[in-house]
């Protein structure tokens, strides 16, 4: 069975940091393209994040670039997101996704962003 | 970026119902279009991939059709556990881009 599983998230001040992983299990992680999805409270989903299954390639949403991070231990079978800078506007749960289809989502993290 | 327009953003329905989701895509994305469920307090989950190609253990009354820049998601008969919001997604083009969401509810 695919899991995802992210941790890291919680409270943080503006101008802060959060590193937030997602554990994988399940399928051969280091074959799959993994990303970042985000939804604000009461709002719709939205692509920040994706990196290739090597790791060379990564991609991201603009209003993240500068700030935001992907990485991936295929070793370890993790994912990892790094945010610097945070605003009030990165408040949100992140999701942990499987493949560029989007084919298993972990339960999400929650970032909330607040002085 | 690719705006995906969905509708309608809500609708509300009666069991054994036929229910139709358009999402519309403001440039083509040939057949990279994938449909989510989404249920209140839990993650979204893969319904369709490649616009037509229903994914693993996803009910037979799901179904989805379309290219270029017109796609439906059709639940043939809805059940109660259909409530819930439905998104569209594609992955032709970065930045890669939801629909805003139709929420179904259940009469």
């Known amino acids: 069975e695919v899991q995802l599983l992210e941790s890291g998230g919680g409270l943080v001040q503006p101008g802060g940091s959060l590193r937030l992983s997602c554990a994988a299990s399940?399928?051969?992680?280091?074959?799959?393209?993994m990303s970042w999805v985000r939804q604000a409270p009461g709002k719709g989903l939205k692509w920040v994040l994706s990196?290739?299954?090597?790791?060379?390639?990564?991609y991201l949403v603009d209003s993240v670039k500068g700030r935001f991070t992907i990485s991936r231990d295929n070793s370890k079978n993790t994912l990892y997101l790094q945010m610097n800078s945070l605003r009030a506007e990165d408040t949100a749960v992140y999701y942990c996704?499987?493949?560029?289809?989007?084919?298993?989502w972990g339960q999400g993290t929650t970032v909330t962003v607040s002085s | 970026e690719i705006v995906l327009t969905q509708s309608p953003d809500f609708q509300s329905v009666t069991p054994k119902e036929k229910v139709t989701i358009t999402c519309r895509a403001s440039?083509?994305?040939?057949?990279?279009l994938h449909w989510y469920q989404q249920k209140p307090d839990q993650s979204p989950k893969l319904l369709i991939k490649y616009a037509s190609q229903s994914f693993s253990g996803v009910p037979s009354r799901f179904s989805g059709s379309g290219s270029g820049t017109e796609f439906t998601l059709t639940i043939n008969s809805l059940e109660g556990e259909d409530a819930a919001t439905y998104y569209c997604?594609?992955?032709?083009?970065?930045?890669?881009?939801f629909g805003q969401g139709t929420k179904l509810e259940i009469k």
């Open positions: 997604h594609q992955s032709s083009t970065l930045p890669y881009t």
């Open positions: 399940g399928f051969t992680f280091s074959t799959y393209a």
């Open positions: 990196i290739s299954s090597n790791g060379e390639s990564t």
């Open positions: 996704t499987k493949s560029y289809g989007m084919d298993a």
């Open positions: 440039q083509s994305v040939g057949t990279s």
